[in-house]
């Protein structure tokens, strides 16, 4: 349905009268929506409009936003949820499970066929012909699609789980899922459906088999364990806050059992419960909060914070991180403990070396670094059900699912070349017409292949290439014709990319590719002026790669500690540009200043400076072995480092690593100077020999 875009015909704010109307027709379609869910969808004090958009088919739909995001559309007459909504309340429809790859087909716009469907261990859940229903992807309940079912689950067991099973009418990288905040969705945990339908296991099995489809199933048969989102965050120190100093092992055991108990009974005891342990946390003593508010900030030291997340404002690390961390009966106060302040609180954990604390701003006092190498943070573990990975990469399992920053997944970029008129008879031996779309390996196959068809290959020289009819009208100028009769292999390829068409196909993970016209446009990182002698950063081009502008800004917000705007760019009113007060280039070097003492300290290390000197004494001083052992060894290293700083974990992340600093040691000495000392401790001056390459007849 919005597959292709769509032309907005009016947009208009919501009177009252219809903003009523709205929410009686949404509660009575949804009868499973609360009111506290319904209030959420649709706050009144946020503005709510309806749009009357045409689609590529000329029919008029009815779209409406809740602060200009997509919430619902009106499609046959009946209210649809967007994905923003069903990512808020992924429980409102029924779902069915898919496979990745299958979500490209569905924003190609074809329909969801049954084999592709995965049949949870609880079976499929019990659906309806023309039921509302979204789809959602395996590991991950967050749905992606919004169609209606064609048959119901009983009939799509029956016919062996073949054919169209959902009319798709909307999904996540479609046109109306753009014209929101192009948001990924987040990641939510699965859960065993309510309703299963599957009465045997025989039924089931036989239509798997039949259809091709591995269910995969927990022990014999039996449902999965219980939900990660019935664990809240402070669950993972239910064990370790029991053994709190002045407890007795007597009095561990009695607070163990009467856990138990406390998990067993019915809701109303539970709420007298909750009261009970408020009262308790009152009676901890002045000993018991200093050691819950250390625990609680080594948790977080360790688990939920990384070197992007610094500089950190102290607030925001207590409000954000520590509290949450705490235990789901206990509360930590800061006033209940012998520091009685925050600030006296930070002082004692810089005193013994966890972190150090500046006041970048005046009165806000910030950490600007932490020693995640430190003993007590080394050395603090986290009882069973917290993340299994020590390493800080691994805090975004921690942190709320909902953070576009969290969700962030770089794109994959290629680099491809369109088949222009001029061309067309060269490449019309491999029947490819003028348009066509082919990599830089695809044209040399075609160049290759063409040459070695019609014997061009020159007999004398096999570093030639003869010249027939065809490559002198597409490959040579005017003023070249008459005296050039063959090109070298390099000049042949260089001379034909030149005269193909430039694009680039963009893939994000989940979403439908996109191939785009002309070369990839960077991300623009500028210094302007405004008003005499202020000076303000302007980043462009962000949107072109997926990243959010308001989550990113958030983000350079708390970096550079100054304001940010957003504004369209002059000239394109489809782009928008952050503005940063101050000039902010400089945090680019001061990062990387810190990546390589990062990566220097990794080199110093006795385990890797031992591997270093194995693979150059292997070497035996020889250049070329150099390369093929000793540079190997150091790119690991360098990935273990820089892969917590956005960098991929492989030869591709170390080589735009080594472009970002190359860009800076030009005009900056000391990434310059650091950066040949980071050469210099795995490879010796290299004096690569001079090539003298023959020119062929041009």
Known sequence: MFVKAFRVKSNSALRGSESR??????????????????????????????????????????????????????????????????????????TLTTWPPVLTRLAGGADLMLPGVVIPPGGLPVLKPNELCSVHLVENRAPVAVGVTLM???????????????????????????????????????????????????????????????????????AMATSLEEQSEGDWYEDERLKKPGCKEEDQESEVQQEEDHHEIKE??????????????????????????????????????????LPL??????????????????KVDIKRSSYKKLSRF?????????????????????????????????????????????????????????TSECNYQTPEIFPLFVVPVCLQPLFACANIKKGAVLSRVEVREVITRYVK?????????????????????????KEERPNCTSLRWDMLFSRCMKRLNVCHKVVFPGRKEEIRKGAVVPIEVTVARRGGNKKVTLVRNL??????????????????????????????????QLQVQGNQVALLSTLLVAILTQVLAAFAEPTNAARLQEARESACGDTCKMLQLVLPVAIVIQQQVIQNYGFSNDGEGVLKFTKVVRSHEAHDPEIAAMAAKLKSTFLPPLTLPTHNGTAGNS
């Open 21 to 94: 109307k709205l929410r009686t027709d949404i509660s009575t379609a949804f009868p499973k929506l609360s009111a506290e869910q319904l209030s959420c969808l649709l706050p009144g004090k946020r503005e709510l409009a309806v749009l009357r958009v045409i689609d590529h088919h000329r029919q008029i739909l009815t779209v409406y936003l809740v602060a200009g995001e997509p919430a619902f559309f009106v499609s046959s007459g009946r209210i649809v949820p967007t994905v923003y909504t069903l990512w808020k309340v992924p429980d409102l429809l029924p």
């Open 346 to 402: 930070m002082s004692s954990l810089q005193r013994r070396g966890l972190l150090q604390v500046k006041e970048i701003t005046r009165g806000v006092q910030t950490i600007t670094s932490v020693a995640w190498t430190h003993p007590e943070i080394v050395s603090f573990s986290k009882p069973k059900g917290v993340g299994s990975s020590d390493s800080v990469s691994a805090r975004v399992k921690d942190m709320p699912a909902q």
């Open 313 to 330: 404002a102290v607030a925001t690390f207590y409000g954000n991180y520590i509290i949450p961390s705490c235990p789901k009966d206990t």
């Open 268 to 309: 109303e005891v539970e709420n007298q419960g909750e009261e009970e342990s408020g009262e308790a946390v009152d009676s901890m003593t002045q000993e018991q909060h200093d050691w819950l508010l250390l625990q609680c900030c080594l948790h977080t030291l360790k688990s939920r914070i990384g070197p992007e997340d």
């Open 453 to 477: 068809e019609n014997d061009l290959v020159d007999r004398s020289n096999q570093s030639l290439v003869c010249v027939d009819p065809v490559l002198c009208d597409c490959l040579l100028d």
């Open 543 to 576: 949107e072109l790669f997926g990243v959010d502008l308001e989550a990113f800004g958030r983000l350079l917000q708390r970096r550079a500690q100054a304001s940010i705007t957003s504004n369209l760019v002059p000239g394109q009113r489809s782009l928008s």
């Open 152 to 222: 119901s689950s009983e009939n799509m067991l029956a016919v062996s789980m073949r054919g169209r099973g959902v009319n798709i009418l909307h999904t996540m990288s479609d046109h109306l899922w753009a014209s929101g905040p192009k948001s990924s969705p987040p990641l939510l945990p699965l859960v065993e459906p309510e309703q299963p339908i599957a009465t045997s296991d025989e039924e089931v099995c036989g239509a798997n088999d039949e259809a091709g489809i591995c269910v995969v199933e927990n022990g014999e048969g039996g």
